[in-house]
């Protein structure tokens, strides 16, 4: 597998770990806890597949606008707590994100991301199942970063060897 791969498959198993501690602490209906998941698969098998996601950059603007809206929804009369209502909004970005994965920049957004949410939960409470999300989250982050070094390093020396697979790097 490239570095390439490797890096976007450590993505996208933070952004389910970091979402599923979410999930787990019951920041979600059931519907939300659907809906962010065919996300997340649905971004795993576009990134996989080799297809790139039409830009349509007036649907995505659209979205961004409701969500906003539903933020505000969400704040003042659904949850009515800031937390999880920001963990809502938060999920939006993650999922944006994951449909438009271009550098290695977005990649360190989303670990970001995941790292918030992982903080939002681990405030919330502690259940079991969060302590298995935040296990598997730090394990795929510090791997994720030990790739985006090496890709990182790769890219500085020598652009004829970008192809190479993670085990050749290492």
């Known amino acids: 597998?490239?570095?390439?791969?490797?890096?976007?498959?450590?993505?996208?198993?933070i952004a389910l770990a970091a979402f599923s501690s979410l999930v787990m602490n019951d920041f979600f209906h059931w519907l939300g806890a659907v809906i962010g998941l065919g996300l997340l698969s649905l971004s795993f098998l576009f990134v996989f597949?080799?297809?790139r996601v039409p830009p349509a950059p007036r649907v995505w603007s659209g979205l961004s606008?409701?969500?906003?809206?539903?933020f505000l929804i969400d704040l003042l009369w659904l949850s009515r707590d800031l937390?999880?209502?920001?963990m809502h909004f938060l999920t939006y970005l993650m999922a944006y994100r994951l449909f438009h994965l271009e550098n290695?920049?977005?990649?360190?957004q989303l670990y970001l991301i995941g790292f918030l949410q992982l903080l939002a939960a681990a405030g919330d409470g502690s259940h079991f199942g969060y302590a298995v999300a935040f296990l598997f989250s730090?394990?795929?982050?510090?791997g994720g970063l030990l790739?985006?070094?090496?890709?990182?390093?790769?890219?500085?020396?020598?652009?004829?060897?970008?192809?190479?697979?993670?085990r050749e790097v290492i």
């Open 49 to 51: 597949s080799g297809k």
């Open 104 to 108: 290695a920049k977005d990649e360190l």
């Open 1 to 13: 597998m490239s570095l390439k791969k490797s890096a976007l498959l450590l993505t996208h198993l």
């Open 147 to 166: 790739v985006q070094h090496f890709k990182r390093e790769q890219e500085s020396r020598s652009p004829a060897l970008a192809g190479r697979s993670i």
């Open 65 to 70: 606008i409701l969500c906003c809206l539903f």
């Open 83 to 86: 937390l999880s209502a920001g």
């Open 138 to 142: 730090s394990f795929f982050m510090v």
